[in-house]
Antibody, heavy 124, light 110 residues
Framework: QLQLQGSGPGLVKPSETLSLTCIVSGGFISSSGYYWGWIRQPPGKGLEWIGTIYYSGSTFYNPSLKSRITVSVDTSKNQFSLKLSSVTAADTAVYYC????????????????WGQGTLVTVSS | QSVLTQPPSASGTPGQRVTISCSGSSSNIGINYVYWYQQVPGTAPKLLIYGNNQRPSGVPDRFSGSKSGTSASLAISGLRSEDEADYYCAAWDDSLSAVVFGGGTKLTVL
């Protein structure tokens, strides 16, 4: 059974960089046909897609966050990571890592497997 | 402001059939697959429907999805108390080159 385990600091100071890692078990991150990515959910609000990466390094990012996001992959460790720079209180959220399938045009589609979520609070 | 539009709330009594709508555009729902998720507060979302109308293994057949033009719907028949949760739709958007989510619908079982 595929499992995703996200981890990272629960508290980040304003203007600093948020860094999270997701370890994949029960499957290989280098499997073809899947993107690996991040979704976040501010307290009491809805889901916001952040971005995805293919094992080859190909990425898609949310246009509204693109200037601050880096998603990377380490196939040797079967894990992928998120960096979000210049954070503010508006970036406080539960961050989910997730596996996305692909459509016929090699675009990511809705996630099928989700991690448990990591609450990140931005505060001084 | 979400790219996909859902009603903020829906409700029904046990045994009833309820539907939740998801409205998009020609760059997302109109040409791409729709996905539906169920989220019980405090837990990660769970995939209910993929590819517009396909159920993953383990999802009861009380849940069904459909799509027409630039809109999609999730139907829940034989409503149960455990169906009380938040429901989200999602799709790939060709114009944004991004996955987009609806704002979510809170389902209350009366």
């Amino acid at each position: 059974q595929l499992q995703l385990q996200g981890s990272g600091p629960g508290l980040v100071k304003p203007s600093e960089t948020l860094s999270l890692t997701c370890i994949v078990s029960g499957g290989f991150i280098s499997s073809s046909g899947y993107y690996w990515g991040w979704i976040r959910q501010p307290p009491g609000k809805g889901l916001e897609w952040i971005g995805t990466i293919y094992y080859s390094g190909s990425t898609f990012y949310n246009p509204s966050l693109k200037s601050r996001i880096t998603v990377s992959v380490d196939t040797s460790k079967n894990q992928f990571s998120l960096k979000l720079s210049s954070v503010t209180a508006a970036d406080t959220a539960v961050y989910y890592c997730a596996r996305h399938g692909t459509d016929g045009y090699n675009h990511p589609v809705g996630p099928d497997y989700w991690g448990q979520g990591t609450l990140v609070t931005v505060s001084s | 402001q979400s790219v996909l539009t859902q009603p903020p709330s829906a409700s029904g009594t046990p045994g009833q059939r309820v539907t939740i709508s998801c409205s998009g555009s020609s760059s997302n729902i109109g040409i791409n697959y729709v996905y539906w998720y169920q989220q019980v507060p405090g837990t990660a979302p769970k995939l209910l429907i993929y590819g517009n109308n396909q159920r993953p293994s383990g999802v009861p057949d009380r849940f069904s999805g459909s799509k027409s033009g630039t809109s999609a719907s999730l139907a829940i028949s034989g409503l149960r108390s455990e169906d009380e949760a938040d429901y989200y739709c999602a799709a790939w958007d060709d114009s944004l080159s991004a996955v987009v989510f609806g704002g979510g619908t809170k389902l209350t079982v009366l």
